[in-house]
């Protein structure tokens, strides 16, 4: 045996062989001996790894053979180098493989050890697999969406950020994308959660079809997805790609047994002509898919400078809204409603208005449909709601006048967030205000996205008592049929048509046909945007029912709206 000076080999402090083989008998580590892949020895727990499991197997494996291929060079360079000296010691994490294909991770460390005359490897291995595993799976729920498998927005990131330094490197684009449904939260609230999941998989599955595999898709959370575009060409690539995920999302999803009709918006940024960090790259892909969804959804847009402010302006509108109702910067105006037939005032319209510290006043359209986004609008609704039927209930004990009614408007793009059928009973109680005083001015943007849960919100809402008018009519589809459908009594002629009353022979036409169809159904006809004596005689002698707009009153504030009716009493 030769003598190893500088690295004392196990079995030459040990006695004898024997004594040797009782040492590590017991051991949970495997030791083995071995040389050119030669295994030499191999303790009982070394066995149970290489498939050899009692004392007499042979130990016919070679090491070298049981070594995956991505492990073995190493392993057999840090052997060589063992054996010739060149090193003391190697430790390695290996991988085995055994002959029942299973793959063991092995933690080792090797030295040099005198064996039966000659110069060979001591290799004391641990099994980690279970670390390794445990490691892996670590790894993915970190970097991984559970529901879906993609890439989540800490991968996403890092994918982000190589590829920008790729495309430095390389002098190449690279394309981001927004993808976000426009109709994920509608699934999840009528077909619930379970439906929700499936179609969020489905989703990915139909993006990863679209995609190469070079790109990254992957999910940022709720129903935000996003794509990686690395190496693309300058020209209409993106947009074809944009335009096929455009298409495969409105192709229809099948969910708890039924066909269900989504669609997405899209919003791509192009590096490094747009920005030249991940985080402007991030704001721009928002502020693109955001544009998108504006502009009608089932969209892609391309980011351009403009709706960098643009994103700005409403982030800090956003920021203010938020506040605006505590910080008592909400108030509401009431138009009168008048009656054609007596010129008296029989109701009022009112409206939110929103006193912006710094913008002045704030028109509804403007903020609305923010407060929808935002979720806000239930909160102002109910608020409306509150103070105007108290408002309302005010005037009709202090004129004696019980036929006075109070609208208000219902957003209707949110209209099951706000259970509105659920507060209004409550709020009729407490202010005292009879259900026949108070109007609902709906429009039938109330059908599109949850059209039985809408019937059966207005349905309860009738049956409570409450008046129902349908707003905007003449614009949209306005079709017969959704006129027949909803439970409402009244129906409100678009502004927009009564200032060509009187010289346009075609909005007169129009105009008499809305009437005699609202009357035929037995629905009031009320007529906006009234600005001319003329205009409302026009409307009087077609049977319209009752009138508003400047001509009778602007919106006004409820002092002056007071002051109006004190005179009149
Ligand atoms: P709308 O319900 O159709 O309201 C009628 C709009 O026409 C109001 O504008 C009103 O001030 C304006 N108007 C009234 N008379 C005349 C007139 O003679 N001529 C002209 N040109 N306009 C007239 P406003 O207050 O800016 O509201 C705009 C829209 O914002 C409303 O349209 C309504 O859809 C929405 N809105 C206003 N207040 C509320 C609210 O409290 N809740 C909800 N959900 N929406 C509201
Ligand atoms: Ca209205
Ligand atoms: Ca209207």
């Not at 996003?226 to 096929?244: H, N, Q, S, W, Y």
């Not at 009187?502 to 009320?526: N, Y």
């Amino acid at each position: 045996m030769t003598q190893q000076s500088s690295n004392q080999p196990p079995s030459e402090t040990a006695k004898n062989q024997d004594d040797f083989r009782e040492l590590t008998q017991t051991l949970q580590e495997g030791i083995l001996i071995h040389r050119d892949g030669v295994i030499l020895y191999a303790n009982p727990a070394a066995r149970k790894i290489i498939d050899a499991p009692d004392q007499e197997s042979p130990l016919d494996n070679n090491l070298f053979e049981l070594l995956h291929p991505d492990s073995r060079e190493k392993f057999i360079q840090a052997s060589h180098d063992i054996i010739s000296g060149e090193k003391q010691w190697a430790a390695s994490e290996i991988r085995l493989e055994k002959p029942d294909g299973n793959i063991v991770e092995m933690e080792t460390s090797s030295g040099p050890t005198p064996f039966q005359g000659q110069l060979a490897l001591f290799t004391v291995m641990r099994d980690i697999s279970q670390r390794k595993r445990q490691e892996e799976r670590i790894h993915h729920q970190a970097n991984y969406d559970n529901l879906t498998g993609l890439p989540n927005r800490t991968l996403f990131y890092d994918r982000l950020t190589q590829e920008t330094v790729r495309a430095n490197r390389q002098n190449s684009r690279v394309a981001l994308m927004f993808i976000d449904l426009d109709r994920f939260k509608w699934v999840n609230d009528t077909l619930g959660h379970a439906a929700g999941d499936q179609l969020l998989k489905d989703v990915s599955e139909r993006l990863l079809s679209v995609l190469r595999k070079s790109d990254t898709v992957a999910r940022l959370g709720g129903d935000e997805f996003t794509a990686i575009l690395p190496d693309m060409a300058k020209g209409p690539f993106a947009e074809r790609v944009a335009g096929e995920i455009l298409k495969q999302l409105a192709t229809p999803f099948i969910l708890e047994g039924q066909e269900v009709f989504i669609s997405g918006s899209v919003g791509v940024t192009v590096y490094p002509d747009d920005a030249d960090d991940v985080d402007g790259l991030l704001r721009n892909a928002d502020s693109a898919m955001y544009r998108a969804k504006h502009d009608g959804r089932n969209a892609f847009r391309f980011f351009t400078p403009d709706m960098h402010t643009e994103a700005q302006e409403r982030m800090e509108l956003e920021k203010d809204l938020h506040r605006a109702m505590e910080r008592n910067q909400l108030v509401i105006r009431y138009q009168p409603i008048i009656q054609l037939e007596t010129g008296k005032v029989v109701g009022a319209e009112s409206f939110l208005r929103w006193n912006h510290p710094t913008k002045g006043w704030v028109s509804p359209s403007a903020f609305i449909p923010l407060a929808e986004e935002i979720g806000l609008i239930s909160q102002f609704t109910e608020w409306m709601l509150q103070t105007a039927c108290t408002q309302a209930q005010t005037w009709r004990k202090q004129f004696d006048f019980d036929d006075f009614f109070i609208t208000v408007n219902l957003s209707c793009t949110r209209c099951r967030e706000l259970s509105t059928d659920d507060k209004i009973p409550g709020i009729l109680r407490e202010t005292g205000l009879p259900p026949t005083a108070l109007v609902l001015e709906i429009t039938e943007n109330i059908l599109m996205e949850d059209e039985e849960r809408a019937m059966s919100m207005l349905n309860h809402l009738t049956h409570l008592g409450v008046n129902l008018w349908l707003d905007d009519f003449g614009t949209g589809y306005s079709s017969l049929s959704i006129l027949k459908q909803l439970p409402v009594n009244g129906i409100k002629i678009d502004r927009a048509f009564v200032p060509d009353v009187l010289t346009d022979p075609e909005t007169v036409v129009l105009v008499e046909a809305i009437v005699s169809l609202a009357h035929s159904l037995k629905r009031q006809v009320i007529g906006e945007g009234v600005e001319s004596a003329e205009q409302a005689q026009f409307l009087k002698d077609r049977g319209c029912l009752m009138g508003q707009g400047y001509y009778f009153g602007r919106p006004m504030c409820s002092v002056d709206f007071e002051k109006m009716l004190a005179k009149k009493f």
